[in-house]
């Protein structure tokens, strides 16, 4: 897999990897995924030691532990010239909380704020930053998008992904009614608004199955495992994959959500 891009007139970036909790945890492939896409796009990709962003402790009301966590983070990659997240979420938590985290410290708010400005989500990474307007990668299928609302609502992920997946070789894209709303997963949100977020991700899975695709992207774990969960449950035709899979070239393997009955792909 290759891509089309502009060459960097300078040494390649050395880019950290910020792989999240849930892709460590549960798809480790889209982290593998992810570093195919940058190490192509002309940088060197690194994996520091590292740890949860702090996200869950930032949402729950504890900040102290989500200052302790973001410390944490932000030593780790204190030597990289960019951060990348495959997860507009923790990109969020990464490029908007931290510095508001230490606003009120004269100490760390420099160090906080000098971190965020390193910190892109992947497709915006790809295509804002390095100028990738193509990826090589085949993917036969129609396909549908969810925008999570961290990565489109706090960092303006949209036209990023839409734009990579373009150029893959026999995707169609067919967008979803409502495609930027949210799916009931909200981190969080869901464990303390359990039968909220079940009518949400209803009306989401709805939406999906309703464009006849056989293939759901997203960008965020956290909303494919929900998305994928209820499609489950229902026995439901459609596959559920985060999108840096398909744009790597990499999803030859189980989906995060299998079709019942897929049929032959060409």
């Known amino acids: 897999m290759s891509t089309t891009k502009n060459e960097p007139s300078a040494a390649r970036p ?4 910020f792989v999240t909790c849930l892709v460590d945890l549960f798809r480790p492939s889209v982290g593998f995924a992810a570093a195919k896409l940058v190490s ?3 940088c060197e990709v ?3 030691e590292q740890t949860c962003c702090g996200q869950p402790a930032y949402n729950f009301g504890d900040r102290e532990t989500a200052k302790v966590l973001a410390l944490q983070v932000i030593e780790a990659f204190a030597a990289y010239d960019f951060i990348v997240v495959p997860s507009g979420s923790c990109a969020g938590m990464l490029a908007k909380h931290y510095p508001a985290l230490f606003a009120d ?10 971190f965020a400005a390193k910190v892109h989500e992947l497709a915006s990474f790809l295509t804002d930053v390095m100028d990738v307007t193509t990826v090589d990668a085949e993917f036969t299928a129609q396909v549908t998008y969810h925008d999570s609302c961290s990565g489109l609502r706090e960092l303006g992920i949209a036209a ?4 990579l997946l373009a150029s893959v070789r026999g995707l169609e894209l067919v967008e979803m009614p409502e495609h930027d709303i949210c799916c009931g997963f909200g981190g969080t949100f869901a464990v303390k608004y359990g039968e909220i977020s079940a ?6 899975v709805a939406n999906a199955e309703a464009t006849g695709a056989r293939v759901l992207l997203a960008g965020d774990l956290g909303c494919l495992m929900n998305m994928a969960g209820k499609l489950t449950r229902d026995g439901a035709l459609i596959e559920v994959r985060h999108f840096a899979e398909v744009l790597a070239g990499m999803a030859d393997q189980p989906a995060i959500c299998v079709a019942q009955n897929p ?3 060409k």
């Open 199 to 204: 009518a949400i991700v209803d009306k989401k």
């Open 263 to 265: 049929g032959s792909r």
């Open 160 to 163: 990023q992904p839409r734009k």
């Open 46 to 48: 690194l994996v520091p």
């Open 105 to 114: 410290d004269p100490n760390l708010a420099g160090k906080a704020n000098a």
């Open 14 to 17: 050395r880019v950290g990897l």
């Open 40 to 42: 192509d796009a002309g």
